[in-house]
């Protein structure tokens, strides 16, 4: 394994991570808590095999490149022109807090200035793929809330480009003792500032003005020629390449290239299909990022110096979180909002590490300082999906506080509109639709214009609306979800028609729907030959395999030309 260290690196991980990952599922607990475990295995702090916790770090640059790209391709400019209001002074106003709350933990032990400071700082900005998975995994990427969290990503973004650039001439200075103040020349950090802010101008005039052009149509020609395997090479050359180059040429992050090579990207038509082409890719090196920030912990100093770890993660989860959650209120916005933004914050990650890395390179930040940092945010990692569970358990609370709030109100345009509190339906006989996508639609509107009773479940606000237009019942949340099913009143349905792409989703709706309703004629759409066998398991009565009844209507119209 010694000669092929990436090849050991990406299988070790890869391979524990689903180990861990089975485990923590069995043991009720988040997938990424075994992500993290295979990286505390496969560490240096740990006996036994050690991964290259160099190699591991790149990797896992990847997954958060492939990521952000994703992000950037459902996220116009407008998106993120439309909470620049609330990002930029929310992020700078969260960061400051944090920054201040941490410089005072190093004043009371005894840290020096510089020290506090390059701490307090990296205490203050989140992970990107932590806040991004969690988004996801909640579908809040295309509501206010997660247009706000993604322009809060992308100011702290930017505000670590230019502490990056900018830390060791401030840091020779804080660190100069009493003659550090006369080597500090501010036309020198005024330069620099200058200089930092003159290149990303300049990249996002860039893609602005050639990568809104120039992406869609390398796309577009590729696409033309009908081969898959070009296709995808083509989108990965884009996120990648625009990515290294940004990071290369004008001395932005990774991410932020990666992002709006995805912004570019996304003016295409064929931006769904660049999404489907990643995503495999995305989540492999996702994993790997879990992973090698596990490497990265030395739980010994969890044992020697455990009040001062929990300082830190307390900054990170409560410090960070109330500053957030004024912020928010303060803008006016609903409490479920804010409530999301400061949970989404209270953690960090892939930043934190790089900025108290160069603190300790430039002697800044004492070792036994980093190790407390990346312990604290491990732990803020294992907390945040049990504090995401808290806000999901608050959420029929927060349902009707809001409804009772804006009663027969007309909602502003810059409030999110409010979730409904889920209503058994009185429909008997009815065919229940989940999922309103082509295939849901064509069977939707074939059976309402037929005259049988429908009620479809779906939780895209714009398909919602024109379902009602049309007078179409409509139960507005995820179809996974156990009260979205029992609110559809499976019991008294004549049908259950499935048809969510996703074979994991669309399976846990079968089985769901099986146990309420042993009776119920289930029917539902798979994309593979497994995911058919999976529905049938699951107690689907037929499943329809795209391929086939393709070929069986090709068939049938070649009989009929020869009749």
């Given at each position: 394994m010694h000669d092929a260290p990436l090849i050991a690196t990406i299988v070790s991980g890869i391979v524990l991570a689903f180990v861990?990952?089975?485990?923590?599922?069995?043991l009720r607990l988040p997938p990424l808590a075994g992500y993290l475990m295979a990286g505390v295995v496969v560490g240096p702090f740990t006996p036994g095999y050690v991964a290259d916790g160099h190699l591991a770090?790149?990797?896992?640059?990847?997954?958060?490149?492939?990521?952000?790209?994703?992000?950037?391709?459902?996220?116009?400019?407008?998106?993120?022109?439309?909470?620049?209001?609330?990002?930029?002074?929310?992020?700078?106003?969260?960061?400051?807090?944090?920054?201040?709350?941490?410089?005072?933990?190093?004043?009371?032990?005894?840290?020096?200035?510089?020290?506090?400071?390059?701490?307090?700082?990296?205490?203050?900005?989140?992970?990107?793929?932590?806040?991004?998975?969690?988004?996801?995994?909640?579908?809040?990427?295309?509501?206010?809330?997660?247009?706000?969290?993604i322009g809060w990503l992308i100011v702290e973004d930017l505000a670590m480009v230019l502490a990056l650039v900018l830390l060791p001439a401030i840091g020779l200075a804080l660190g100069g003792g009493e003659s550090g103040a006369a080597t500090l020349s501010f036309a020198a950090i005024a330069g620099t500032v200058a200089l930092t802010i003159g290149k990303v101008v300049l990249f996002v005039a860039m893609m602005l003005v050639v990568g809104k052009r120039l992406i869609p149509w390398i796309l577009k020609v590729v696409a033309h020629t009908g081969s898959r395997?070009?296709?995808?090479?083509?989108?990965?050359?884009?996120?990648?390449?625009?990515?290294?180059?940004?990071?290369?040429?004008?001395?932005?992050?990774?991410?932020?290239?990666?992002?709006?090579?995805?912004?570019?990207?996304?003016?295409?038509?064929?931006a769904q299909r660049a999404t489907e082409e990643t995503l495999p890719l995305?989540?492999?090196?996702?994993?790997?990022?879990?992973v090698s920030i596990g490497m990265l912990f030395n739980y010994h100093v969890v044992l020697t110096e455990p009040l001062v770890v929990l300082a830190a993660l307390s900054i990170i989860v409560i410090g960070k979180s109330l500053a957030a959650f004024g912020i928010v209120?303060?803008?006016?916005?609903?409490?479920?909002?804010?409530?999301?933004?400061?949970t989404s914050l209270a953690q960090i990650g892939e930043f934190s590490f790089i900025l108290i890395g160069v603190g300790v390179a430039q002697n800044l930040v004492s070792k036994e300082a980093q190790d407390v940092l990346l312990a604290a945010a491990i732990l803020s990692i294992l907390l945040n999906p049990l504090l995401f569970k808290l806000l999901d358990r608050a959420k029929p609370w927060l349902d009707a506080r809001e409804a009772l709030q804006l009663g027969d109100a007309v909602v502003p345009a810059s409030i999110e509109p409010v979730s409904e509190i889920l209503v058994?339906?009185?429909?008997?006989?009815?065919?229940?639709?989940?999922?309103?996508?082509?295939?849901?639609?064509?069977?939707?509107?074939?059976?309402?214009?037929?005259?049988?009773?429908?009620?479809v479940l779906e939780e895209e606000q714009e398909r919602v609306a024109m379902l009602r237009e049309q007078g179409i019942e409509t139960i507005v949340g995820n179809a996974a979800r156990d009260d979205v099913l029992e609110a559809a009143n499976l019991i008294q349905a004549r049908a259950l028609v499935v048809t969510v792409p996703d074979a994991f989703e669309s399976g846990e709706v079968v089985r769901v729907a099986r146990l309420a309703n042993p009776q119920l004629q289930i029917i539902a759409r798979a994309d593979s030959d497994a995911s058919m066998a999976h529905l049938q398991q699951q107690g689907a009565d037929l499943v329809v395999l795209a391929e086939p009844?393709?070929?069986?209507?090709?068939?049938?119209?070649?009989?009929a030309l020869q009749h």
């Open positions: 861990f990952a089975a485990i923590a599922y069995k770090h790149q990797l896992a640059e990847l997954g958060v490149v492939l990521l952000m790209f994703g992000v950037g391709l459902h996220f116009s400019l407008k998106d993120l022109l439309s909470v620049k209001n609330i990002a930029i002074p929310g992020a700078l106003g969260q960061m400051a807090v944090a920054t201040v709350l941490g410089m005072l933990l190093g004043w009371g032990l005894g840290w020096p200035f510089a020290q506090g400071f390059v701490f307090g700082l990296a205490l203050s900005v989140a992970s990107t793929v932590v806040l991004l998975r969690a988004m996801d995994e909640r579908r809040l990427m295309e509501t206010e809330r997660g247009r706000i969290a395997e070009l296709f995808r090479l083509a989108v990965l050359a884009i996120a990648l390449g625009v990515a290294f180059g940004a990071a290369g040429l004008f001395g932005v992050s990774f991410e932020l290239g990666a992002f709006f090579a995805g912004m570019m990207m996304g003016e295409s038509k064929l995305r989540d492999a090196f996702a994993v790997l990022f879990f209120l303060a803008f006016g916005r609903p409490l479920r909002t804010a409530l999301t933004i400061a058994t339906s009185a429909l008997r006989g009815h065919v229940v639709v989940a999922g309103y996508g082509r295939v849901g639609r064509l069977v939707g509107e074939t059976l309402h214009g037929r005259g049988n009773a429908v009620l009844e393709l070929a069986r209507g090709m068939l049938e119209h070649l009989g």
